[in-house]
């Protein structure tokens, strides 16, 4: 078989897990032929590509990023790829094509698939807002830097009598700010699913004051909104691609607390460097299991499909239901800690 493996989105940590996984299970023990595409499907696109062998995905396990590099979709380039997709695949000799990415990349992969071009999708995000699977991986790593922050910000918090207010990704869904809020322990934890009312917040904070405990960290997601009134706040532009630019709920925040509260708050941006850096042990497990099981399907035939985690089993899943939405905290999730305001 000859295989094609790009990388498309933002990145994540485990892509190169997943690269190396797809090489050592399909050159090494199938004989196969795999070729990466440059720079996402803009590679495809181009025909920009090498070859992939053992030697070329030895070492990358461990490392961020992606040895491939990425690039956002250009959807009109793929639609023109779409209408050629026969002739296009004949041209690169495609028997299958493994794209590996989040929300946007696997719309595109679905786009493929109904053009006729067999694909099977790998899920990445460290968002971990895919529908049809339990985790993403990236997610585990993203949440181990978050949570690190708000340990660490706790103790200059406490020295200065300060708010801190850690901004995490997660422009769509809370997860990121969930599950790192609840590992640091932090005091407040706000996410896009549920408009946060800030009178609530600065009453948690009053309290603790009154107790002895003049500090607290508050761990915002970047997509997390006010309730309507509670805070004045104008929404973000929609930029080329369809999604809201964020204005910085985090500083916004700390400077509305600071005003009300009349005690100092600082807010931090955690940004990119979620994204960034070596997998956890964790993830890189999952992005080996998901590199092994797309060659296995591919394999098998199953195309218009996309590896997934439910429970401890790797499953294949239509790529047409993990795009359908997405896998946003539910509210059991929210109520299992009273830190969600
Ligand atoms: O989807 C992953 C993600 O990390 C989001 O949480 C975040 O909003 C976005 O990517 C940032 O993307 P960019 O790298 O284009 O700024």
Known sequence: MRIGVLTAGGDCPGLNAVIRSVVHRAVVD???QVIGFEDGFRGLLEGRYRELDIDSVSGILARGGTILGSSRLERNRLREACDNAEAFRQELSLDALIP???????????????AGIPVVGVPKTID???SATDRTFGFDTAV???????????????????VMVVE????????????AGMAGGAHGICVPERPFQLDDLCKMIEDRFARGKKFAVICVAEGARPAEGTMPYERGAID??????????GQRMASELEKRLGTEARAMILGHIQRGGTPTA??????????????????????????????????????????????RVPQNRMDETEAVF
């Open 168 to 179: 995490v990704m997660g422009r769509h869904a809370g997860w990121i700010a969930l599950e």
């Open 100 to 114: 590996i990415g989040g929300e946007g990349t696997l719309t595109a992969a679905r786009m493929l698939s109904d």
């Open 240 to 249: 080329a691609y369809g999604h809201e630019r964020f204005t910085g709920i």
């Open 30 to 32: 199938r004989g196969d």
């Open 128 to 130: 971990n807002d895919i």
């Open 282 to 327: 964790y993830d890189r497990v999952l992005a080996t299991r998901f590199g092994w099981h797309a060659v296995e399907a591919a394999h098998r035939g199953e195309f218009g499909m996309m590896t997934a985690l439910r429970g401890t089993e790797i499953v294949m899943t239509p790529l047409a239901q993990a795009t359908m939405e997405l896998k």
């Open 144 to 162: 181990g830097v978050a949570t690190e922050a708000i340990d660490r910000l706790k103790t200059t918090a406490e020295s200065h009598q300060r």
